[in-house]
């Protein structure tokens, strides 16, 4: 976790969902192949926008957090509503995104997509496929100027990812990422074939 970054136990700590923070949740489907899918997200005036994400989103009322990951990761890749992981989702830890005062859940399944993904062109400006591989090599991982609090934030040298023909994945995702990786390297004692 970077420096100065809070984690989301303290913030569930010291407030209250929805009045202090907002919860959603992603999930980081696994192919068959190794690959997993990351959007590049619209460039939005938002806190977020252009920056790299998992597929997810903000937890409406009624939904658990894994029925909300689902609903986004669906929306956001353009899945049908039918589309489902290959087996049941397994919860990671949970993340706090204090610029947009998020709580995040990540959920970790195998899925298996389509070649051709139709996005929702209002979140999401482009999908990405990565191998899984690439988050075991010490070579991507490195620090970066980026731009905090989208266009009206501050640029500073944060922590992450470099991966084969994406932008610099930093922040919430870089942190799930790095947990994916560790999950990765465990399960496999000392790589993915």
Same mark, same amino acid.
């Given at each position: 976790?970077?420096?100065?970054?809070?984690?989301?136990?303290?913030?569930?700590?010291?407030?209250?969902?929805?009045?202090?923070?907002?919860?959603?949740?992603?999930?980081?489907?696994?192919?068959?192949?190794?690959?997993?899918?990351?959007?590049?997200?619209?460039?939005?005036?938002?806190?977020?926008?252009?920056?790299?994400?998992?597929?997810?989103?903000?937890?409406?009322?009624?939904?658990?957090?894994?029925?909300?990951?689902?609903?986004?990761?669906?929306?956001?890749?353009?899945?049908?509503?039918?589309?489902?992981? =290959?087996?049941?989702?397994?919860?990671?830890?949970?993340?706090?995104?204090?610029?947009?005062?998020?709580?995040?859940?990540?959920?970790?399944?195998?899925?298996?997509?389509?070649?051709?993904?139709?996005?929702?062109?209002?979140?999401?400006?482009?999908?990405?496929?990565?191998?899984?591989?690439?988050?075991?090599?010490?070579?991507?991982?490195?620090?970066?100027?980026?731009?905090?609090?989208?266009?009206?934030? =501050?640029?500073?040298?944060?922590?992450?990812?470099?991966?084969?023909?994406?932008?610099?994945?930093?922040?919430?995702?870089?942190?799930?990422?790095?947990?994916?990786?560790?999950?990765?390297?465990?399960?496999?004692?000392?790589?993915?074939?």
């Amino acid at each position: 976790m970077p420096y100065g970054r809070t984690s989301a136990s303290e913030a569930r700590k010291c407030g209250e969902a929805g009045v202090d923070f907002r919860e959603a949740a992603v999930l980081i489907g696994i192919e068959a192949d190794g690959r997993l899918a990351l959007i590049e997200r619209a460039p939005y005036g938002g806190v977020h926008g252009g920056q790299m994400a998992l597929p997810g989103g903000a937890r409406e009322a009624g939904e658990t957090m894994l029925e909300c990951a689902l609903r986004e990761w669906r929306e956001e890749l353009g899945l049908g509503v039918h589309h489902q992981p =290959l087996q049941p989702p397994v919860a990671m830890t949970e993340v706090h995104v204090a610029p947009s005062r998020f709580i995040v859940r990540p959920f970790l399944a195998p899925v298996q997509l389509p070649n051709s993904l139709l996005p929702d062109p209002i979140e999401v400006a482009r999908v990405h496929r990565v191998h899984i591989q690439e988050l075991l090599d010490a070579d991507r991982r490195a620090e970066d100027q980026v731009q905090v609090g989208g266009g009206i934030g =501050l640029r500073l040298k944060a922590p992450g990812w470099r991966l084969s023909k994406v932008p610099f994945v930093w922040g919430a995702t870089a942190m799930m990422l790095g947990e994916l990786a560790s999950i990765v390297e465990q399960w496999s004692g000392d790589g993915v074939d």
